[in-house]
């Protein structure tokens, strides 16, 4: 096969998607002595075909060396499912660098003594890549090739009786298939999801090959339908992993799609808060167990804060949060904990809140915010309510508050605010 490849010359063709997480992988050095012990057939293996294949085929030039060798084993003492995946990968790079298969769906519309018959499927003209790539099917049904006004002598005509069955259970190339259709997870998260699932119970085993719904899954699964939102459907992580991949492609704002996407989870949470008793229900059912009614204390949710400014170390917003014990207020950044950037407000402020108003001089992106000061706490230099910005404008309003920051990398917002409050008041109060 691969000499044919290379007397129609090489197709090479680029793939529709990368997940960027490694470069193709591809053979790098032709062998014919690697044993399957596998079962799958035994015995020393001549090549992917069967046959044995020259020293000279064009795999053998690609690069130096194969390596397959697992455990301190060199490449000639690859076996068992090492070989099987060595198979796969110089099919698939055979099948990469080979013509497409061609052929048609085709309708036939049969007239046998004046009794019609309609047949359809897919005419196979030329296999090409097919026969190097037998993991790869063509959908629909194969038949034979027919030409316009052919006429044929039946080989076999019969009735015959059948019912309908139901489908396959899932095996994991087939939820694998799923994935990558509705766009969930790359090649390098797959196993990672489909492992959760089982440690998770959702689904189980069957001959270790085909998954089987656990009750504690089919009775999240009906619990969420009765809610009336598709929790149990793919569309929610799509969105997610869609918005994801426009902000590594730089078509989206990251900040954006954090808020927007804490936004929808949340109202997909507090949903599930009010209508817990639905899924209680039938988990109740699957799990043989009654539903026990909510305690008095119902959770609840804040609102996703409004951005004050960006933050000066990695660019995300930052917010307004309060400390555990209520005795300051503090902005916080978005990526928090990868990013620990902080600027701790004084305890004489005992109300604080974003404005609508962006400050005019620092930019659409840092907005005034609304301060209530302890009484008489700020005078004579404002009033116990007082809307200001902390975004670098007014330094004399920084001195006063005598701000803290705390993880802030070195930026030229802060130096410059530094330069300039040493040489106007002499000491600055942030550092």
């Not at 012990?37 to 795999?59: A, W």
């Not at 068992?80 to 519309?109: I, N, P």
């Amino acid at each position: 096969f691969a000499n044919r490849v290379l007397e129609s010359g090489p197709n090479p063709r680029v793939g529709k998607k990368s997940d960027q997480a490694h470069p193709p992988i591809h053979p790098t050095k032709y062998t014919c002595n690697l044993e399957d012990t596998s079962g799958g057939g035994g015995g020393v293996s001549k090549g992917p075909m069967g046959t044995p294949r020259p020293k000279d085929n064009f795999l053998a030039s690609a690069v130096q060396e194969i390596r397959l060798g697992a455990k301190g084993r060199g490449v000639w003492d690859v076996e068992g499912d090492e070989w099987r995946v060595y198979e796969f990968v110089v099919r698939h790079f055979l099948a990469c660098c080979s013509k497409d298969a061609e052929g048609l769906e085709t309708v036939v519309d049969i007239d046998i003594n004046e009794e019609k018959f309609v047949a359809s499927g897919l005419m196979i003209i030329a296999r090409n890549y097919l026969d190097v790539y037998p993991y790869d099917k063509w959908s629909g049904k194969e038949i034979h090739v027919y030409q316009q006004g052919q006429t044929f002598e039946p080989t076999n005509i019969e009735m015959t009786e059948g019912t309908t069955s139901a489908p396959n259970l899932l095996t994991e190339a087939d939820l694998i298939a799923l994935m990558e259709k509705h766009g969930i997870g790359t090649d390098a998260t797959h196993a990672d999801h489909i492992e959760k699932i089982k440690s998770r119970l959702y689904v189980g085993l069957e001959n270790d090959n085909y998954f089987v719904p656990g009750q504690l899954g089919m009775g999240l699964v009906e619990g969420y339908d009765s809610m009336g939102f598709p929790m149990s459907k793919p569309n929610l992580r799509a969105e997610l992993e869609a918005d994801l991949k426009r902000v590594c492609e730089g078509t989206r704002n990251p900040a954006e799609v954090l808020r927007e996407q804490l936004a929808k989870y949340k109202d997909v949470f507090r949903i599930a808060i009010e209508q817990a008793a639905k899924l209680d229900t039938a988990l109740g059912q699957y799990l043989e167990e009654q539903a026990q009614p909510p305690g008095d204390s119902l959770v609840t949710l804040e609102e996703t804060p409004e951005p004050a400014m960006k933050c000066p170390s990695c660019g995300l917003d930052m917010v307004l949060k309060t400390k555990r014990d209520g005795t300051s207020k503090y902005l916080s950044c978005m990526a928090y904990p990868q990013c620990r950037s902080a600027l701790w407000f004084p305890r004489n402020v005992e109300g604080l809140t974003v404005s609508e108003q962006s400050c005019p001089q620092c930019g659409p992106d840092v907005k005034k915010l609304n301060f209530k000061f302890r009484r008489g706490s700020m005078i004579p230099y404002c009033e116990d309510n007082y809307t200001g910005c902390v975004g670098g404008c007014d330094l004399q309003f920084l001195e006063m508050l005598d701000i803290e920051t705390s993880g802030w990398q070195a930026n030229p917002l802060l130096q410059q605010m530094r330069v300039k409050q040493q040489l106007d008041y002499g000491s600055i109060a942030i550092g």
